[in-house]
T-cell receptor, first 111, second 116 residues
Framework: GQNIDQPTEMTATEGAIVQINCTYQ??????LFWYQQHAGEAPTFLSY????GLEEKGRFSSFLSRSKGYSYLLLKELQMKDSASYLC????????????FGTGTRLKVLA | DAGVTQSPTHLIKTRGQQVTLRCSPK?????VSWYQQALGQGPQFIFQ???????QRGNFPDRFSGHQFPNYSSELNVNALLLGDSALYLC???????????????FGPGTRLTVL
């Protein structure tokens, strides 16, 4: 079956580093995406991994291990505005935009 | 350049009614996907349209149907509404996934549907 697991909630302090984990079991794999979603708003694209390894983009980095079915999103120098839900999504096949989303991790950044 | 737009923003309906939600994709995009996001959950894929045809469908009943127009805009129709249909309905636009390796979907702000 299809399953994507993320922690439900995390709390961190402004200026700190936080790692949000995602494990997946899907019938196929053609890329893993991370989206940020503020309450009541649309998800916005953060990162994309299709090969193993680390992708860095400013304060955000994302890692993928296909053999382990595992990814993480690393947020550095946390800011209050980073308080949001972070969604992990897997695309099962090339030529499709059908994403399988996890339930999301709600991150609270405290002053 | 306008991004993805959706209308209406909010909608309240009663059980058994029918609803139509609308989406205009980002300029230059020809593919529209619809997702349902219940409170506290991740988005669930409903279906995807390009070239005015439904190309893929998620695990949703036939009460959920759609359409894509020649200008690439799209509608989502839900018949015989149930209380469980209350959710945020998201539209995502992109380039045709068979024609490009571009990987990004752009989401609209969503339509919040409440079924009483």
């Amino acid at each position: 079956g299809q399953n994507i697991d993320q922690p439900t909630e995390m709390t961190a302090t402004e200026g700190a580093i936080v790692q949000i984990n995602c494990t997946y079991q899907t019938s196929g794999f053609n890329g893993l995406f991370w989206y940020q979603q503020h309450a009541g708003e649309a998800p916005t694209f953060l990162s994309y991994n299709v090969l193993d390894g680390l992708e860095e983009k400013g304060r955000f980095s994302s890692f993928l291990s296909r053999s382990k079915g595992y990814s993480y999103l690393l947020l550095k120098e946390l800011q209050m505005k980073d308080s949001a839900s972070y969604l992990c999504a897997v695309r099962e096949a090339i030529g499709t935009y059908k994403y399988i989303f996890g339930t999301g991790t709600r991150l609270k950044v405290l002053a | 350049d306008a991004g993805v737009t959706q209308s209406p923003t909010h909608l309240i309906k009663t059980r058994g009614q029918q609803v139509t939600l609308r989406c205009s994709p980002k300029s230059g995009h020809d593919t529209v996907s619809w997702y349902q996001q219940a409170l506290g959950q991740g988005p669930q894929f409903i279906f995807q349209y390009y070239e005015e045809e439904e190309r893929q469908r998620g695990n949703f009943p036939d009460r959920f149907s759609g359409h894509q127009f020649p200008n690439y805009s799209s509608e989502l129709n839900v018949n015989a509404l149930l209380l469980g249909d209350s959710a945020l309905y998201l539209c995502a636009s992109s380039l045709n996934p068979r024609a490009t390796r571009n990987n990004e979907q752009f989401f609209g702000p969503g339509t919040r549907l409440t079924v009483l």
